[in-house]
């Protein structure tokens, strides 16, 4: 019979951690079945709505769409670790939780994690993205409360002021 299961190793939020999965267990119900951290969210398990986004290797990706397998070797940060990221990269996850609470581009809060995933990602990505280019990279993430205003002003609000930040130095 075939072995079902693989060992695997990855960095979570800057912790070694090591399991023995079933092969087809997504990265997402890993991160919240086996590790307690539940605040990436399950909502399609089709990578449509972006509530399971998480980030690898410092890209976005969908949770529910990588098996935990794949992420075997890899940094994998959840909202639990983004503000708790050292550097440059926690500097601005924090900056985005604080401009989306600011901009009360947060209601219900159950899209909220995916999206400080992938508007990090973005924020990183550096340059000056325009409104339209913020809705673009954030697309892939459904938000049923907000109507994507106050989220735009949020992320628009810290790529601003880190060009600013660029521009003193």
């Known amino acids: 019979m075939m072995n079902r299961t693989r060992a695997i190793t990855m960095t979570v939020n800057g912790e070694a951690v090591s399991r023995a999965v079933p092969v087809r267990l997504n990265l997402v119900d890993f991160l ?21 986004t998480v980030m690898v290797n410092g890209a976005s990706v969908r949770g529910c769409l990588m098996l935990a397998v794949q992420a075997d070797g890899a940094q994998v940060t959840t909202v639990e670790g983004l503000a708790e990221a050292g550097g440059e990269a926690g500097r601005q996850a924090q900056a985005l939780q604080e401009a989306f609470h600011r901009h009360n581009a947060l209601q219900c809060g159950f899209c909220t994690p995916g999206m400080l995933a992938s508007a990090l990602e973005l924020v990183q990505a550096g340059g000056t993205p325009g409104r339209t280019e913020i809705r673009e990279h954030i697309s892939g993430n459904y938000c049923r409360c907000t109507g994507y205003q106050a989220i735009v002003d949020a992320i628009e609000d810290v790529i601003s ?3 600013a930040l660029e521009g003193a130095q």
């Open 161 to 163: 002021h880190d060009q």
């Open 32 to 52: 919240r079945g086996e590790l307690g951290l539940t605040g990436s969210h399950v909502g399609c398990e089709h990578g449509v709505c972006g509530a399971c």
